[in-house]
C-alpha cells in the first residue's frame, strides 16, 4: 500500500513539472509580456517560461511572479520605461548579459537571486574600456529588495561616483577570491576619479560586504602615498534619519558586517557613526586610516542628551593591518592609525590642576578590538577605551605610540606584543631606504623614521587595566599614563624602552649604529607628575603597579647605547603602597623605580 501511494505521488510531480508552458516572445511591447504572463497563470499549475528573443518595452506596471522564468536569449532586454513599477520573482537566465535598460531611480525590483552589475550594463572589464562602471552597480543595487544579494563577479569595477546603498540588510558580495598576486586583484572597485570622497554610501542597517577589493586612486604618482593625499572613504557607515514622527530621534544603528575584504590606498578604508558594526578578516595595507569610527551621538532632535541609550559596541577582530601611515615621515602622514574610535559625549573628567583645565568626555561603548595583526604602522588604535577590550593584538614596527587610549572608563589592555623593531632582534633596528640609492646614509636617514613613541599611552581613561602586555623597543615609555588613576599595571614586561639608535648594515658590510639626535631620557613605566610642588594632590593616584618586568638587556653590538632613566616612575606619589612587587634589572638605568614625594619636583 505505502510503495502504491508512492509511486501515485512521484507521477504527479513529474507530470506537473513536465507541464509547464513556454512563450516565446520574438518582438512585442508592455501588452506582450503582460499577456504571456496572463496566459501562463490561467495555467492549471501557473508554472512557465517566458523567452525574450527581442527587446521588449515596459510602459505599465508588470509583475512576474515565481512560478514564471524569464530567458533572455539573442542580447534581447527589458526596456523599462521611466519609473515604471517591475516587480520579479522568478528566475532569470541571462548569461551575465546586459539584459536591462533603465533610468538611474527605476522601480524594478527583482526577488529570489542573486543580482548582478552586468544586467544593465556592459562593464569595463568585459570590453576592456575605460567607461565607469558605478552607474551598472547602482542600478543593481538599487534592484535589490530586503534580504537580496549584489554579486560582482567581474576582475575590476572602475568607479567614478559615489554608490548610494539605501535599502537595508541587503549583502553586497565578491565571488569568493580575494587577491592572488599572479593574476591581480578580482572583484576589485578601483577609484578612477582622484576627487571621489566616497566610493559605497551606506545608509540603511544591516548590510553585508563580503570578498571584495577596494582600491583608491592611484593614477598619479603623487596618490600613491599610503593614503595621506587620497580624499576618498571606501565603506562610509552613516545612518539616515527617519522622517517617521513616532521615532524623531537620529539612528544610531548601523548593524552591519565587513569581512574577507581588502582594501588599498584610501584616506579611510571604513568610517562609521552608530553602533554595531563588525569587521573581521580583512586586509587594510598602505592606507591613512584602517578603521574609523565615530561613536553614536546619543542626542535628540531637540538637542537633549538621551537617558540609557543601550549602548552596542563594535567588533575588530582578526583584521590585518600594513603600512598605515608606515615609516615615512612626511607630514601629512601625521596621526595615521589603523583603527580609530572617537567617543561622543558623555562622562566627564575635569582637570583642576592646571592653568588651562582640560575637560574630556566620554560614553560607554564597550569595543572589541581583539586578535588583529598590524606591522609597519605608525599607530595600532587610537580613541576610547571606555568599557573596550583591546586583547591579543599583534603590533609590529610602530612608529608612533601603539596604542593610545584616550578616555573612558573601566577598559582593558591585555597580552598585546608591540615590537617597535618588527625584526624580534634588538640587537637590528634596520632603518628604510629609498629605492635607487640603498647604500647612501643620507638617503636612509631622510625618508626612514625610527621608532617613536610609546608603548601605550593613556589619557583620561580611570579603572583602566593593562595587564600581561609586552612592549619592546621603543623610542619613549613603555607604558605612559598621562591622566589616570584607580588603574591596574600588573604582569607586563617592558624591554629595550628609551631606544636612541638604530643598527644597519654599513656599506662595508659592517655594523653601523646610527642616533636619533634626541637624546631625552625616557622610563619604562611612566605616571605623570600632576601635583605640586608643595604636595596638594594631583590626578594619577592610586594605580596599583606589580609584577612587572623591566629591563634593558646589554647590546652586544651596540653596547654604548643610552641608559633609561627609571623602570617605573610615579609621579604623583604612592600613598597607598600599590608600587611593589616588580622586577626590574636596573642595569643600564639610573634608578629602577623613582616615586616622587613632597618637594620635589616634577620630572616629564
Not at 12 to 18: G, R, V
Not at 83 to 97: A, F, L, P
Not at 135 to 159: D, H, K, M, Q, W
Not at 162 to 177: A, F, P, Q, S
Request: aromatic share 10%.
Amino acid at each position: 500500500m505505502r510503495l502504491f501511494i508512492f509511486l501515485v505521488t512521484a507521477f504527479f510531480f513529474f507530470n506537473n513539472t513536465s507541464a509547464q508552458t513556454e512563450v516565446v516572445l520574438e518582438k512585442g511591447s508592455n501588452k506582450s509580456i503582460q499577456d504571456a504572463v496572463d496566459q501562463i497563470q490561467k495555467k492549471g499549475n501557473r508554472y512557465g517560461t517566458i523567452v525574450l528573443r527581442d527587446n521588449i518595452l515596459v510602459r505599465e506596471k508588470l509583475n512576474i511572479p515565481v512560478t514564471i522564468d524569464l530567458v533572455f536569449e539573442n542580447w534581447s532586454k527589458l526596456v523599462i520605461d521611466h519609473s515604471t513599477e517591475v516587480i520579479i520573482k522568478g528566475k532569470i537566465t541571462s548569461n551575465g548579459k546586459h539584459i536591462f535598460i533603465t533610468e538611474k531611480n527605476h522601480n524594478l525590483k527583482i526577488h529570489n537571486q542573486d543580482i548582478v552589475p552586468e544586467w544593465f550594463g556592459i562593464c569595463s572589464y568585459q570590453n576592456n574600456s575605460e567607461i565607469d562602471d558605478d552607474p551598472f552597480l547602482s542600478r543593481a543595487i538599487r534592484a535589490c529588495v530586503e534580504g537580496g544579494t549584489v554579486l560582482l563577479r567581474g576582475i575590476e569595477y572602475r568607479i567614478s561616483n559615489t554608490v548610494l546603498v539605501d535599502t537595508k540588510t541587503i549583502h553586497i558580495k565578491g565571488n569568493n577570491v580575494n587577491y592572488f598576486p599572479a593574476e591581480g586583484p578580482s572583484n576589485n572597485l578601483t577609484v578612477v576619479n582622484p576627487n571621489l570622497d566616497v566610493l559605497f554610501e551606506i545608509k540603511q542597517p544591516g548590510v553585508v560586504i563580503s570578498y571584495l577589493n577596494f582600491t583608491g586612486y592611484n593614477g598619479k604618482k603623487e596618490y600613491l602615498t599610503k593614503g595621506g593625499k587620497s580624499k576618498a572613504t571606501a565603506l562610509n557607515f552613516i545612518r539616515s534619519i527617519p522622517t517617521n514622527p513616532n521615532y524623531p530621534d537620529p539612528v544610531k544603528d548601523v548593524d552591519a558586517l565587513v569581512t574577507n575584504c581588502g582594501f588599498l590606498n584610501f584616506k579611510n578604508c571604513i568610517y562609521g557613526e552608530g553602533t554595531n558594526l563588525k569587521i573581521i578578516d580583512n586586509h587594510f595595507v598602505a592606507s591613512y586610516i584602517g578603521v574609523n569610527l565615530q561613536e553614536a551621538k546619543y542626542i535628540n532632535a531637540k538637542g537633549d542628551t538621551l537617558t540609557n541609550p543601550n549602548f552596542r559596541g563594535h567588533v575588530i577582530d582578526r583584521n590585518r593591518f600594513h603600512s598605515m601611515g608606515g615609516f615615512f615621515q612626511d607630514e601629512f602622514l601625521n596621526d595615521a592609525a589603523c583603527i580609530k574610535i572617537i567617543a561622543a559625549k558623555g562622562h566627564f573628567f575635569p582637570d583642576p590642576y592646571h592653568k588651562n583645565p582640560e575637560s574630556y568626555f566620554v560614553s560607554g561603548f564597550y569595543n572589541q578590538i581583539t586578535n588583529n595583526y598590524s606591522d609597519d604602522s605608525k599607530t595600532f588604535f587610537e580613541g576610547s577605551v571606555d568599557r573596550t577590550k583591546i586583547d591579543n593584538n599583534v603590533i609590529l614596527s610602530s612608529t608612533d605610540t601603539a596604542i593610545k587610549a584616550y578616555g573612558g572608563i573601566y577598559g582593558t589592555i591585555s597580552n598585546n606584543l608591540i615590537d617597535g623593531s618588527f625584526t624580534w632582534n634588538p640587537n637590528k633596528l634596520y632603518p628604510r631606504c629609498e629605492e635607487g640609492n640603498p647604500s647612501n646614509p643620507k638617503n636612509c636617514d631622510e625618508t626612514s623614521s625610527f621608532p617613536q613613541g610609546h608603548g601605550i599611552r593613556v589619557r583620561y581613561a580611570d579603572h583602566i587595566s593593562i595587564t600581561n602586555n609586552q612592549v619592546i623597543n621603543k623610542r619613549q615609555h613603555g607604558i605612559y599614563i598621562e591622566r589616570s588613576r584607580n588603574s591596574t599595571i600588573h604582569s607586563n614586561t617592558i624591554m629595550n624602552f628609551n631606544r636612541q639608535a638604530y643598527i644597519r648594515p654599513a656599506v662595508n658590510g659592517k655594523y653601523q649604529t646610527i642616533s636619533t639626535g634626541d637624546l631625552k631620557n625616557f622610563d619604562g613605566i611612566h605616571i605623570e607628575c600632576t601635583s605640586t610642588r608643595d604636595g596638594t594632590a594631583g590626578y594619577n593616584i592610586e594605580n596599583s603597579v606589580q609584577g612587572n618586568v623591566i629591563s634593558m638587556p646589554l647590546s652586544p653590538i651596540n653596547t654604548d647605547a643610552p641608559v633609561g632613566r627609571y623602570g617605573i616612575y610615579v609621579g604623583d606619589g604612592d600613598s597607598s603602597n600599590f608600587i611593589k612587587n616588580n622586577a626590574i634589572t636596573s642595569v643600564r638605568m639610573v634608578q629602577g623605580i623613582k616615586i616622587k614625594t613632597q618637594g620635589m619636583p616634577c620630572e616629564r
